[in-house]
């Protein structure tokens, strides 16, 4: 079993991850600087408070400790915050990742898992995409992504370094069973505002419904959190065994509308969702569905939760744990 550092391991898709590698008897450990995360995600003894940009504080992780590989969580991820205030997605998201990679350089860590994610493709031609479409970003967090992506490849080409990126789609769900599931502040993503507007009926605003989808609402292709980490635990035994860098699309390969969400919360939870339609997101695609059959044929991945119902009903136990009078 190898030990493992994982960034950003107090947060939402980091903290499932790290249960999830626990589980399979890696060691882990987590650096997070609490600045989105939350300590209470993080099994008691392994956090580490410290930010990516100080690169002392990772050499004092680091120093002797001997880690076979590094999971890449930790980075901003408002979309919409990333076009206000873009020099933040920068600094934090690429200097960062470039602290890191410096410190594990030092540190003789050359195994790396990054968390990429489907805006790296922007507004694609057509749906499912696969890893191959043209690149072309629409907002400063997509590009920070892609620029991480970019670094990667050079290292690969100019060291033994050897990485996989796997690019998510959308991510949802929780394992509610350790208490964990999706807490970010503020809230952009539409399953826990779906079911926020459940808990309080206060409704949850739909982007548009002239999109030329079947019902006119986006689609988006939903995995759920812990088949995210049962692919970086897929990803960290190919790069274990000696595998080549390479980057990955993670997806189901099923789109549902947004309409369709919230009749999958209605039907998990049995209430009513309060709801209304606005004006469409800028830079919102029609449709963003993967085509992962890469990730399934070259890790033997496989999703295991493939019901928006079963997600979505993930995702509201979570919700009522967090508020209990729910
Ligand atoms: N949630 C999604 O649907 C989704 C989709 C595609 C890609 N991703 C990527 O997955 C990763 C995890 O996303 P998440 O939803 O779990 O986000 P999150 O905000 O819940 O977790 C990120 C964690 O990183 C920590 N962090 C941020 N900057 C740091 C720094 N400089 N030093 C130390 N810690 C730092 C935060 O405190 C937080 O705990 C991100 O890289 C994100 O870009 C997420």
Same mark, same amino acid.
Request: proline share 5%; net charge negative; aromatic share 8%.
């Given at each position: 079993?190898?030990?493992?550092?994982?960034?950003?391991?107090?947060?939402?898709?980091?903290?499932?991850?790290?249960?999830?590698?626990?589980?399979?008897?890696?060691?882990?450990?987590v650096v997070d600087d609490l600045s989105k995360g939350?300590?209470?995600?993080? !099994? &008691?003894?392994? @956090?580490?408070? $410290?930010? %990516?940009?100080?690169?002392?504080?990772?050499?004092? /992780?680091?120093?002797?400790?001997?880690?076979?590989?590094?999971?890449?969580?930790?980075?901003?991820?408002?979309?919409?915050?990333?076009?206000?205030?873009?020099?933040?997605?920068?600094?934090?998201?690429?200097?960062?990742?470039?602290?890191?990679?410096?410190?594990?350089?030092?540190?003789?860590?050359r195994k790396f898992v990054f968390s990429s994610t489907?805006?790296?493709?922007?507004?694609?031609?057509?749906?499912?995409?696969?890893?191959?479409?043209?690149?072309?970003?629409?907002?400063?967090?997509?590009?920070?992504?892609?620029?991480?992506?970019?670094?990667?490849?050079?290292?690969?080409?100019?060291?033994?370094?050897?990485?996989?990126?796997?690019?998510y789609f959308n991510a949802c769900g929780a394992a509610?069973?350790?208490?964990?599931?999706?807490?970010?502040? !503020? &809230?952009?993503? @539409?399953?826990? $505002?779906? %079911?926020?507007?459940?808990?309080?009926?206060?409704? /949850?605003?739909?982007?548009?419904?002239?999109?030329?989808?079947?019902?006119?609402?986006?689609?988006?292709?939903?995995?759920?959190?812990?088949?995210?980490?049962?692919?970086?635990?897929?990803?960290?035994?190919?790069?274990?065994?000696?595998?080549?860098?390479?980057?990955?699309?993670?997806?189901?390969?099923?789109?549902?509308?947004?309409?369709?969400?919230?009749?999958?919360?209605?039907?998990?939870?049995?209430?009513?969702?309060?709801?209304?339609?606005?004006?469409?997101?800028?830079?919102?695609?029609?449709?963003?569905?993967?085509?992962?059959?890469?990730?399934?044929?070259?890790?033997?991945?496989?999703?295991?939760?493939?019901?928006?119902?079963?997600?979505?009903?993930?995702?509201?136990?979570?919700?009522?744990?967090?508020?209990?009078?729910?």
């Amino acid at each position: 079993m190898a030990k493992i550092l994982v960034t950003g391991g107090a947060g939402y898709i980091g903290s499932h991850t790290t249960r999830f590698l626990l589980n399979r008897g890696h060691e882990v450990l987590v650096v997070d600087d609490l600045s989105k995360g939350y300590a209470h995600n993080v !099994p &008691e003894g392994r @956090l580490h408070k $410290l930010n %990516l940009l100080d690169g002392e504080a990772l050499d004092a /992780v680091l120093a002797g400790a001997r880690f076979d590989a590094v999971v890449h969580f930790a980075a901003f991820i408002a979309v919409g915050e990333s076009v206000r205030e873009p020099e933040i997605y920068f600094q934090n998201n690429v200097a960062g990742t470039l602290s890191l990679l410096a410190a594990m350089r030092r540190h003789g860590v050359r195994k790396f898992v990054f968390s990429s994610t489907a805006a790296v493709y922007g507004n694609p031609e057509s749906t499912p995409i696969p890893e191959t479409a043209p690149h072309r970003p629409v907002n400063p967090y997509g590009e920070s992504k892609l620029m991480v992506e970019r670094i990667l490849r050079w290292l690969d080409e100019c060291s033994g370094f050897r990485y996989v990126a796997l690019r998510y789609f959308n991510a949802c769900g929780a394992a509610a069973e350790y208490g964990i599931g999706e807490e970010h502040e !503020p &809230e952009t993503h @539409l399953i826990p $505002l779906i %079911l926020r507007a459940i808990r309080t009926g206060s409704p /949850v605003t739909v982007f548009g419904n002239d999109y030329p989808t079947p019902d006119g609402t986006c689609i988006r292709d939903y995995i759920h959190v812990l088949d995210l980490a049962s692919a970086h635990a897929a990803a960290l035994d190919h790069l274990l065994a000696g595998g080549a860098s390479d980057s990955f699309n993670a997806g189901t390969g099923i789109g549902y509308s947004v309409l369709e969400v919230i009749k999958a919360a209605e039907a998990a939870t049995g209430r009513q969702v309060p709801f209304q339609i606005g004006r469409r997101r800028e830079g919102d695609p029609a449709e963003l569905v993967a085509d992962s059959s890469k990730l399934m044929k070259t890790l033997g991945w496989e999703p295991k939760i493939t019901s928006l119902q079963e997600m979505v009903a993930s995702a509201w136990q979570f919700e009522k744990l967090r508020h209990a009078s729910a």
